[in-house]
T-cell receptor, first 110, second 115 residues
Framework: GQQVMQIPQYQHVQEGEDFTTYCNSS?????IQWYKQRPGGHPVFLIQ?????EVKKQKRLTFQFGEAKKNSSLHITATQTTDVGTYFC??????????FGKGTTLSVSS | DAGVIQSPRHEVTEMGQEVTLRCKPI?????LFWYRQTMMRGLELLIY????????DSGMPEDRFSAKMPNASFSTLKIQPSEPRDSAVYFC?????????????FGEGSRLTVL
């Protein structure tokens, strides 16, 4: 079945360093969504990407959708302790519900 | 809006007991999803409803699991009998226009421990 692969599974950075997580699919996606889950919390929607090659920014976060719509990335510039959590990409093809990747857990030390 | 409301937040039960998890979606949302989260398997989709009708239950692990949505404002996920391997956090989420165009709004989850 459809599945998105996320790498890395874990990432530890020093505060101020950059962070990137990647999401790859074996099939072409209609769109991709990104969520953040704080420790002990629930997933919270960050953004949806729809267009091939799309790039969107939210303050220090940059989201990108690949030209072939088979991969996506989330880049955080100058991480802060508030960025700690697990970042999930979620895919769906037309007519199906969201399927989540395994997530990348980010830890940040000050 | 209060968001998606789940109960109970925590449940500890013994193997063989029946467990019922409850969810109230956001008013006006027409899709409701049940997900299960474990360290090993991540966030797994169990079942989802559109306008109270189950659309895809292929993620339900086995016959011990059942879900209902008797009306637009209430859904239940039942496990009978429960087993230790069912221990997980169960999330309910709702959306408008479904996962195709809309973000999912998650509840805070029900953490289930089966001893």
């Amino acid at each position: 079945g459809q599945q998105v692969m996320q790498i890395p599974q874990y990432q530890h950075v020093q505060e101020g360093e950059d962070f990137t997580t990647y999401c790859n699919s074996s099939t072409t996606l209609s769109n991709i969504q990104w969520y953040k889950q704080r420790p002990g919390g629930h997933p919270v929607f960050l953004i949806q990407l729809v267009k091939s090659g799309e790039v969107k920014k939210q303050k220090r976060l940059t989201f990108q959708f690949g030209e072939a719509k088979k991969n996506s990335s989330l880049h955080i510039t100058a991480t802060q302790t508030t960025d700690v959590g697990t970042y999930f990409c979620a895919e769906n093809q037309a007519g199906t519900a969201l399927i989540f990747g395994k997530g990348t857990t980010l830890s940040v030390s000050s | 809006d209060a968001g998606v409301i789940q109960s109970p937040r925590h449940e500890v039960t013994e193997m063989g007991q029946e467990v019922t998890l409850r969810c109230k979606p956001i008013s006006g949302h027409d899709y409701l999803f049940w997900y299960r989260q474990t360290m090993m398997r991540g966030l797994e989709l169990l079942i989802y409803f559109n306008n109270n009708v189950p659309i895809d239950d292929s993620g339900m692990p086995e016959d011990r699991f059942s879900a209902k949505m008797p009306n637009a404002s209430f859904s239940t996920l039942k496990i009978q009998p429960s087993e230790p391997r069912d221990s997980a956090v169960y999330f309910c989420a709702s959306s408008f226009f479904g996962g195709n165009t809309g973000e999912l709004f998650f509840g805070e989850g029900s953490r289930l421990t089966v001893l």
